[in-house]
């Protein structure tokens, strides 16, 4: 059974950083693109940020993010990553992570972690 | 960036009832585009890729239609579990991105 499990979130004063983590299990995790989708409460999904397999190259980014965001992988530990620095308060979100529905890198995501809130609030 | 624009953002409907949602893209996507299905509380689930081709486990009554800038969900019978919010995502580049989404209530 695929799972991915996040974990990092919590509390943050703007300006402050965060790492969180995606672990993947049930599936071949290094031959998968991955990415970031995070959720405002009562708002839409966003697209944060997305992760060819194997090499990890190339990374993707949103605009709202370039620059602050930098996502990475572990293939070794199953473990996709997002580190998050100099936050603002319009970065507070569930952030889920999601798995490529096939091998290769066609981004469209069959499989999503259950999230993990980032609340940025002084 | 490539924006993606649903309508209706709300719709009222009967279980039975047929439903269709649209998605605009801002420039054409050729068919790289995806339907999810969000329920409150929970993480998005992938109904349709390609445009048109079916996610392996979803329900028949599940459609959709279309390529370039024009994008159809069709949901037929509507059942009571489909009462959710969706959404189209494209892949056609990067930065990807979502519609607003489409709530589906129960009239």
């Known amino acids: 059974e695929v799972q991915l499990l996040e974990s990092g979130g919590g509390l943050v004063q703007p300006g402050g950083s965060l790492r969180l983590s995606c672990t993947g299990s049930g599936f071949t995790f290094d031959i998968y693109a991955m990415a970031w989708v995070r959720q405002a409460p009562g708002k839409g999904l966003e697209w944060v940020s997305g992760?060819?397999?194997?090499?990890?190259?190339?990374?993707y980014y949103a605009d709202s993010v370039k620059g602050r965001f930098t996502i990475s992988r572990d293939n070794s530990k199953n473990t996709l990553y997002l580190q998050m620095n100099n936050l603002r308060t319009e970065d507070t979100a569930l952030y889920y992570c999601?798995?490529?529905?096939?091998?290769?890198?066609?981004?469209?995501?069959?499989?999503w972690g259950q999230g993990t809130l980032v609340t940025v609030s002084s | 960036d490539i924006q993606m624009t649903q309508s209706p953002s709300s719709v009222s409907a009967s279980v039975g009832d047929r439903v269709t949602i649209t998605c605009r893209a801002s420039?054409?996507?050729?068919?790289?585009l995806a339907w999810y299905q969000q329920k409150p509380g929970k993480a998005p689930n992938l109904l349709i890729y390609?445009?048109?081709s079916l996610q392996s486990g979803v329900p028949s009554r599940f459609s959709g239609s279309g390529s370039g800038t024009d994008f159809t969900l069709t949901i037929d019978s509507l059942q009571p579990e489909d009462f959710a919010t969706y959404y189209c995502?494209?892949?056609?580049?990067?930065?990807?991105?979502f519609g607003g989404g489409t709530k589906v209530e129960i009239k």
């Open positions: 420039q054409g996507i050729a068919s790289y």
């Open positions: 999601a798995k490529d529905f096939k091998t290769g890198a066609h981004y469209f995501f069959d499989y």
């Open positions: 995502q494209h892949a056609n580049s990067f930065p990807l991105t």
């Open positions: 992760i060819s397999g194997t090499g990890g190259n190339p990374t």
């Open positions: 390609a445009a048109s």
